[in-house]
C-alpha cells in the first residue's frame, strides 16, 4: 500500500505545480511517482534537478541511458523503474528481448563495449559506490573515457534517487509491469 497519496497539479503544493504540471505534459499524465513526490517540494525540484542537468550536459544518447537505468532498477529491484524503463527502453530502440537481458545482467550481441559500462553501473549500484579495479579497467579498455565513467555515476545516481524513492513511499504501479515481474509477462 502507497505510503503518500498521489497529488495532482491542482491539489499539490504550490511549489511543486509548475513541475508537477511539466512531468504531465511530457507523460501526458501525472505519473504516481511524481504525484508523491510532489508532496515536498525539495523531493520533486531535486529529482527534475538532475534530469536537466543530465539534459543539458549528458553525452550518453537515448539507449545508454535507458540500459543503465534497467540495469540499475535491477540491481535495486525496484519493479516501477524497471517497468518505466522497459517501455522508455524500448522506445529508445531496444526490443523487447535486450531489456529483459539488460535487466538481468546479460551480454547482448555486439554490444560488448556496453557491457562494461553497465558492469560499472551494477557495482556502483550494489557496493554503495565501490567498483573493483577488474571492472574499472574493462571499462577504460572497452574505450570508454574517464569523463564518460564520470558522468555514469550521475546516471546511476539519478537511478538510485527514484529506485529508493519508490521503496520508500511503496508506489503502485500505473504504467504496464515489466516482463518477469509481478503482473507482467514474459
Not at 554490444?111 to 549500484?125: F, P
Not at 546511476?156 to 516482463?179: K, S
Request: glycine letters at 10%; charged letters at 20%.
Amino acid at each position: 500500500m502507497p505510503r503518500f497519496p498521489v497529488h495532482a497539479v491542482d491539489d499539490a503544493p504550490e511549489a511543486s505545480r509548475e513541475s508537477l504540471r511539466k512531468l504531465q505534459t511530457k507523460f501526458g499524465k501525472v505519473l504516481n511517482i511524481h504525484g508523491e513526490m510532489a508532496h515536498a517540494p525539495v523531493v520533486l525540484a531535486a529529482y527534475t534537478g538532475i534530469q536537466q542537468a543530465i539534459a543539458e550536459h549528458g553525452s550518453f544518447d537515448a539507449r545508454i541511458r535507458e540500459a543503465i537505468a534497467l540495469a540499475v532498477g535491477a540491481v535495486d529491484n525496484c519493479a516501477y523503474c524497471q517497468s518505466a524503463h522497459t517501455a522508455a527502453g524500448r522506445q529508445a530502440g531496444w526490443s523487447l528481448e535486450q531489456t529483459i537481458a539488460l535487466r538481468g545482467g546479460k551480454q547482448i550481441d555486439g554490444e560488448d563495449k556496453l557491457g562494461t559500462l553497465l558492469a560499472v553501473a551494477r557495482q556502483i549500484a550494489g557496493n554503495v559506490g565501490e567498483v573493483d579495479e577488474g571492472t574499472w579497467q574493462q571499462a577504460l579498455q572497452a574505450g570508454w573515457a574517464v569523463g564518460e565513467l564520470s558522468e555514469l555515476f550521475t546516471h546511476v545516481v539519478a537511478n538510485l534517487f527514484t529506485n529508493y524513492f519508490n521503496h520508500y513511499a511503496h508506489t503502485e504501479l500505473d504504467i504496464p509491469a515489466a516482463p518477469g515481474l509481478a503482473g507482467g509477462t514474459v
